[in-house]
Nanobody, 124 residues
Framework: QVQVVESGGGLVQPGGSLRLSCTAS????????MGWFRQAPDKEREFVAA????????YYADSVKGRFTISRDNAKTTVYLQMNSLKPADTAVYYC?????????????????WGQGTQVTVSS
């Protein structure tokens, strides 16, 4: 079992930045891949970014590539999502998900552990 807790959401103006954090506990964090997903009102949940167990491989949705960066600190059992050049279209609840293997997925249903989500609102 893995417990996942996100933090760092909030209100930011277009063009601004936020950093989300996700702390996982209950399993050897350094052995598992992590992902970020988001869900906007009246839309389906979508993949944002993922990182493998060591942090050497990352993958991004086209919509955030070049603006968002996923990283992890295994010593702190934390994964981060640095979000720059934010747009109103980035407004959503952002969820952190933990895998049970070292390789990441882009499909949400393949992640067994999820946090409660943190709201990100991009608005002037």
């Amino acid at each position: 079992q893995v417990q996942v807790v996100e933090s760092g959401g909030g209100l930011v103006q277009p063009g601004g930045s936020l950093r989300l954090s996700c702390t996982a506990s209950g399993r050897t964090f350094s052995n598992i891949a992590m992902g970020w997903f988001r869900q906007a009102p009246d839309k389906e949940r979508e993949f944002v970014a993922a990182i493998n167990w060591r942090g050497g491989n990352t993958y991004y949705a086209d919509s955030v590539k070049g603006r968002f960066t996923i990283s992890r600190d295994n010593a702190k059992t934390t994964v981060y999502l640095q979000m720059n050049s934010l747009k109103p279209a980035d407004t959503a609840v952002y969820y952190c998900a933990a895998s049970n293997i070292g390789s990441y997925y882009t499909e949400g249903y393949k992640y067994p552990y999820w946090g409660q989500g943190t709201q990100v609102t991009v608005s002037s």
